[in-house]
């Protein structure tokens, strides 16, 4: 009898520090969330995770505050989260560039697929070519007639070397065989402040920074970068379709952590970011935006993660794509 009163007992406190443990994971977060992106305001990229950090304070509970880190395109912001504590209170939303991209043009000081541990991809958003209403060209073919006549001539900007505004351009140009003279920022903003200014001729970026300037006039499209035509703009072809076959280009985003960081708290995020992104409401902002949203497990975002680091590094080396001047 005391032999069974002694097994009761162990299995009585095994269960009872089985739920302790339990009910300690189930309490992330117990203080605020750095959720850091690599960019100043205004981006897509910026725009989709500033809506996320929102919803995620309302289901949480917590705080997840927004940590704007511009800078030395994007590597500022990605470093700061490869060297935080693993305790899961540091993320990171970052795009196609900063993920896929700058390892085949940077010497960086991490490495994105071991000091990182993927969340989720968040969504896919295609570009669209927009230039000054001054501009002569209204269609690709236009366009692609102007830049033949001159040369490096017509200037287009990127939200920064080695991104999706930054390549779509590159890919452009191999494609129709001219030659545009690249012009960097540091991020979508002020590049619509120069294009509106006719400091620049053109950029190939996401629909969301554009979309108000196109309503306005201020700026005029002339084609999207994608595959398929965009649900905002139906009556805007692709590139593609446009006299440029096989062209095709579009940005994504995706939200990260340090390795080491706790399953249980990927878990829980992915969960509650996966939640957020398949409602109504994100749908709508999405479409209005001209991004696809993605979602989906840890592992297939890190397995995507790969497949993108690969295919980038085809590109690159293909299309002799190099900096000048390093981060």
């Known amino acids: 009898m005391r032999f069974l009163h002694a097994v009761v007992l162990v299995y009585a406190a095994f269960f009872l520090s089985a739920t302790a443990g339990a009910q300690k994971e189930a309490a992330y977060p117990t203080k605020p969330v750095r959720f850091v992106i690599p960019f100043p305001p205004g981006g897509t990229t910026e725009i989709q995770g500033r809506r996320i950090a929102e919803r995620m304070w309302q289901r949480l509970g917590q705080p997840f505050v927004i940590d704007n880190r511009p800078g030395a395109n994007g590597s500022i912001g990605m470093r700061i989260t490869a060297q935080a504590p693993a305790d899961g209170?540091?993320?990171?939303?970052?795009?196609v560039g900063n993920w896929a991209v700058h390892p085949h043009l940077y010497k960086l000081?991490?490495?994105?697929?071991?000091?990182f541990a993927p969340v989720i991809r968040v969504a896919t958003?295609?570009?669209?070519?927009?230039?000054?209403?001054?501009?002569?060209?209204?269609?690709?073919k236009d366009l692609v007639a102007l830049a033949a006549q001159?040369?490096?001539?017509l200037t287009y900007?990127?939200?920064?070397?080695?991104?999706?505004?930054?390549?779509?351009?590159?890919?452009?140009?191999?494609?129709?065989?001219?030659?545009?003279?690249?012009?960097?920022?540091?991020g979508a903003a002020p590049v619509m402040t120069d294009l509106i200014g006719n400091q620049i001729r053109m950029t190939?970026?996401?629909?969301?920074?554009?979309?108000?300037?196109?309503?306005?006039?201020?700026?005029?499209?002339?084609?999207?970068?994608?595959?398929?035509?965009?649900?905002?703009l139906p009556e805007l072809p692709t590139v593609a379709e446009s006299g440029v076959p096989g062209y095709d280009a579009a940005t994504w985003s995706g939200i990260g952590a340090r390795a080491g960081t706790p399953r249980h708290v990927i878990a829980i995020l992915n969960r509650e970011i996966d939640a957020i992104l398949k409602s109504q409401e994100m749908q709508d902002m999405a479409r209005a935006d001209a991004s696809i949203i993605e979602g989906g497990t840890p592992e297939q975002f890190g397995a995507y993660l790969k497949s993108e680091v690969a295919k980038y590094g085809k590109l690159v080396k293909a299309a002799n794509i190099k900096v000048e001047g390093g981060l």
Request: charge should be positive; charged fraction near 15%; proline fraction near 8%.
């Open 89 to 95: 209170y540091t993320f990171i939303m970052a795009n």
């Open 109 to 115: 000081d991490y490495d994105v697929l071991k000091d």
């Open 125 to 140: 958003t295609p570009g669209i070519i927009a230039v000054h209403p001054s501009m002569p060209a209204k269609t690709v």
């Open 150 to 153: 001159k040369p490096g001539e």
């Open 157 to 186: 900007g990127s939200n920064g070397f080695g991104g999706f505004s930054h390549l779509a351009g590159e890919l452009f140009a191999v494609m129709t065989k001219v030659k545009l003279t690249h012009v960097p920022y540091k």
């Open 204 to 232: 190939f970026n996401s629909a969301a920074p554009l979309m108000p300037h196109l309503k306005s006039g201020r700026l005029r499209a002339i084609a999207t970068t994608h595959t398929a035509r965009l649900a905002v």
